[in-house]
Every structure is written in C-alpha cells, then in structure tokens.
C-alpha cells in the first residue's frame, strides 16, 4: 500500500524524459507535504538560449605554413554565437566537468568540460556520458551483440564489462569538448 493510502501503478517514461519527471514528482511531494493543491512547475532547461556572441577575427590563422594575411582583413568583423555553433539542440544539452584521466587517449583531460547531448543518437564507439550503478562517468560505448562495455581510453584503466543485476543509463553522447588551459 502507498503512502496515498491506495494502489499504485506502475508507467514508463522515455529515459530522456526521466530526470524532469523526477524532479516534478519531488516538486509534488513538497507541495503535498505543505497542504497546498495547486501543482508544481516542472523546471526545464531554457529552449531559446540567449545568444552569446563573440567577435571572430574573418581571417584564418596558420597552423602550418607561413602566410601573411591580407591588412584588410583587421578591419572585417564578424561575430560567433557560441550557442548556435556548439548546441543544437538547448533543452536536451547540458555540460560536465571531466575528472580523471581515463579518456586522455580520445582527447579528453582532467579539468576539461564535455558538452554532451542527451537527443543524440549513441552507437556502439560514441563516446557518452553514463551512470552505471549510481556514478556518472564519461567513456566509449562497445555494444555488439549481447555484449555491452565502456571502455576508457587510457592504459591503466580496464572496460566496464557489464554482469546480470548491474545498470547502466546512457545519460548523452558527448558532441564536444572544452580543454582546460594547461
């Protein structure tokens, strides 16, 4: 019997959907707990993001060869909204900050933050970020078949093989990554 003092039934929510319902349902839980009847917001992730722009220099930089650039180029401007380059879809992108070493070999260092989002599709080799067991971590997915792993990039550090009883949530799939300044 619940605390409602009556049966219960069990629903499914789509797993993209199951930290908002979460917090709405503990949202609930307080507003029931203090008497009131009138039902909680759900909090949300803004869909229309303010812009964030910066301005970007128009010419290229060499990383190899010298060139010289042409003097007119100082005087063209043009401006980079960070949130239309690195998040295509706002309400479903979120930021970590790394900690560890164990995907150093895929270009990911302590201190740096991924942007990850939860919409994309992940496949087998997509580097996510997961719970498994109640941790977070960011690792590269290995699925063929019936086997299901994550795996580190980074010597010291051996895959997650998955056993019977253990879960894992594919929390997103990391679309960038934003290096620490060493």
């Known amino acids: 019997m619940s605390p409602y003092k009556e049966k219960t039934s069990v629903i499914r929510v789509p797993n993209s959907l199951k930290t908002e319902v979460l917090v709405y349902l503990e949202e609930y839980k307080k507003t029931i707990a203090r008497g009131s009847e ?36 100082d005087y063209e401007q043009k401006f980079l ?16 900050e790394v900690k560890g070493v164990s995907m150093e070999g895929a270009g990911i260092f302590d201190g740096d933050t991924v942007i990850v989002d939860r919409a994309a599709k992940f496949k087998s080799s997509s580097i996510v970020v997961a719970e498994v067991d109640g941790e977070w971590m960011v690792k590269r997915l290995y699925k063929r078949g019936d086997v299901v792993k994550l795996l580190s990039e980074h010597p010291d550090h051996a895959p997650i093989v998955f056993s019977e009883g253990q879960e894992l949530i594919i929390f997103g799939v990391v679309t960038y990554v934003i290096h620490q300044p060493k």
């Open 81 to 96: 909204d960070l949130n239309e380059r690195y998040v295509s879809n706002p309400p479903a992108t979120f930021f970590f």
């Open 38 to 73: 009138r039902l909680p917001s759900v909090p949300q992730a803004s869909p229309n993001p303010p812009a964030l722009t910066r301005p970007i220099y128009s010419g290229k930089i060499s990383a190899g060869q010298s060139r010289f650039p042409s003097p007119a180029q």
